[in-house]
């Protein structure tokens, strides 16, 4: 197992480059979910007001 | 006959049905890409044998490679996308043109970070003035472009046009940079670098490089439809089906 | 309305815009200074050996004179998208690729020549070979149009936004690549005693494309960035 991680010496260049292809894949997979999120509970947030606001409008 | 396929395509380019149509097609990619991409993965790490020339370090190559071709492969989507937008003003291609920008930018990112730790134990150095890694970072630099004159504009959709038509310009600008850079490297005979060697990959080798290619296909398919869908959303906020989905999310 | 003949058109947007030019003459000074600026830098960062200096000589005035290029592309049209009279150009009944040739014209007058009239004190600051100076003075005769016609496109696609400055450097560097490469080519094959017609005759045919193909891209770009 140890000499699998070793990778006959080229350890230390196999693995960050491993590591790099799978944070920035993962990083980048995961950002549009993040700003999806945001912007769905902003739209919520808005639709809210308006709909606070039509309630209060008839009564003068 | 065939009318259907037409007006198939036509359905698709509007919003709402793209935005279902990528959501039920979207974990199936992603279940694609991560299943070939373990395939690949212990085909190349735990199957493959050591390279007689090379050792263990050639095991880099089934994440660089595939990581350039995408690199490309992304670009020519782009700019492909890019076209249709200018010429026909699809909202759709727009969208998929700059989504693919970030996501092209990733997978060129990856290739020169992991061809320049995979050139230090090979030929001793980081980084070499070659054409293919020139051309890889002009590359790069091409992506920031279109992406940062996609958002230096306060209108989403002027933005994407501004940035389709450099998109274009970028696709003309590729194969000259890469011609002018070999020319430069005959007029000053630096240290000569050879990137691949003349030995042919064998074929434990070759199927987890061709796997891991399809599995970073599948994996832009997922990445960009989850992209379009959040941009689309955005867009389109005003419109009563991103008001249902919005209340759909609230729930649950 | 009877429409004006395309010649006198082109002499009167050429003259309106060198009249602005030299009403404002402290800009087109600015460039050249930093060019100065710049070359003077390079011998207190390297030490003054001729040797070195000798070698570098060709490559650090090409590149001084890109980035005073690029410091000057910013304002191209700049006071016309304020002043609005880009979008009067645009509406004019004169094709707008012509008319926009004729401000690239412009402003590679007001700001590449004089950088060119002092490449030759430059690259003497730097102990450039006198026999090497024509091939220099000739690439840069030929690669700066060819940066104007380039970057006039990037510039017109960033007329609709706020700020563009290093945005337009972003943009400007991958196509300048090519260009840099056979300008400092030419240069470096001339003092290595080697022919150097080669890369000079690609700038020629790049600047050939470019003259046509630029201003219609130009025209593209701008009614892209300016159609709200």
Known sequence: MSAFFAMGGYGAYVWPAYAVFFIVLIADYLAPGLRRRRNLRELRARLARQSARQQRSPAP | ?????????????????????????????????????????????????????????????????????????????????????????????????????????????????????????????????????TSELVLLFLYLGVIGLYHSFEDRRQGARAAAFLAIIGIINVPIVHFSVNWWNTLHQGSTVRILGPSKMSGDMLWPLLTMMAATKFYYIASLFGRVRTDLLAMESGKDWVRQIAEEEAKS | ???????????????????????????????????????????????????????????????????????????????????????????????????????????????????????????????????????????LLLATPLLSLLGAI??????????????????????CVPVVIFAAGAVAAAQQGLPWLAPIAWLGAALALALVLAPLACAAALRIALDA
Request: charged share 10%.
């Open chain 3, 154 to 175: 990037l510039v017109a696609l960033t007329a609709g936004t706020r700020r563009s400055g290093m945005l337009l450097a972003l943009m400007l560097l991958p196509l």
């Open chain 2, 1 to 133: 006959m065939a009318n259907w396929i037409p007006l198939w395509l036509h359905k698709l380019g509007s919003p709402p049905i793209f935005y279902r149509f990528a959501g039920t097609l979207r974990p199936w990619a992603l279940a694609l890409a991560l299943l070939l991409g373990a395939a690949a993965l212990y085909g190349g790490l735990v199957l493959a044998p050591a390279d007689y020339q090379q050792g263990d370090a050639y095991r880099i190559i089934f994440i660089h490679v595939p990581s350039a071709w995408m690199s490309l492969f992304v670009y020519g989507v782009m700019a492909v996308a890019s076209f249709i937008a200018l010429v026909w003003r699809i909202k759709l291609a727009e969208v998929v043109a700059m989504e693919s920008a970030p996501i092209g930018a990733a997978f060129t990112f990856i290739t020169l970070v992991t061809g320049s730790l995979w050139g230090k134990p090979m030929w001793g150095t980081w980084w070499t003035w070659d054409a293919r890694l």
């Open chain 3, 1 to 139: 309305m009877s429409q004006a003949p395309l010649a006198p058109a082109c002499a009167a947007l050429l003259r309106r815009d060198l009249t602005l030019a030299w009403r404002r003459r402290g800009d087109i000074a600015m460039p050249v200074l930093y060019a100065l600026i710049v070359v003077t830098l390079f011998p207190f960062a390297l030490g003054p050996e001729d040797a070195l200096l000798q070698r570098i000589a060709g490559g650090v005035v090409l590149v001084t004179v890109l980035l005073a290029m690029l410091l000057a592309l910013d304002a191209m049209f700049r006071s016309d998208i304020e002043d609005g009279s880009l979008e009067q150009l645009v509406l004019a009944p004169q094709p707008l690729a012509l008319m926009l040739g004729m401000k690239i014209l412009a402003h590679w007058l007001t700001t590449a020549l004089p950088l060119i009239v002092i490449a030759p004190l430059l690259a003497g600051m730097l102990h450039l070979p006198a026999a090497v100076m024509p091939v220099m003075l000739l690439a």
